[in-house]
């Protein structure tokens, strides 16, 4: 159940609307995880100082069970990310930073208990 949160200072209109569904089937596909499972947020307009400029920038943070807790793991998934957001944005690669962190089931609360527990 990987949670995708894009925070940027791209304008709103910069995502059309078939963005969510692409972003969503193309990290699916990197995660190794069912699109049904997955759960995203685009926040755009968002006042951003990044790497000592205001320019156009992406911060992206991608939680996940089992498949953000090694380095090798995540390097994969970066390069997949960052080729997905350079040709949609046509961000240089220094404008796009990307954070993993691994969950556990228990950090995750669904149909009022947590994922350890169904």
Do not use: W
């Amino acid at each position: 159940m990987p949670f995708i949160n894009i925070e940027t200072n791209l304008p709103a209109s910069k995502f059309p609307e078939d963005f969510l569904k692409r972003l969503c089937s193309t990290l699916a596909a990197a995660l190794g995880k069912p699109e049904d499972r997955m759960n995203l947020v685009v926040k755009p307009d968002l006042p951003m100082f990044f790497a000592g400029s205001s320019s156009p920038c992406v911060l992206m943070t991608v939680s996940a069970i089992g498949v953000t807790d090694t380095a090798e793991k995540n390097k994969q998934h970066s390069a997949k990310i960052f080729q997905f957001l350079q040709g949609e944005f046509g961000l240089s690669d220094d404008r796009i930073l990307v954070l993993f962190y691994p969950l556990e089931p228990s950090q995750i609360g669904k149909k009022g208990t947590v994922m350890s527990f169904l």
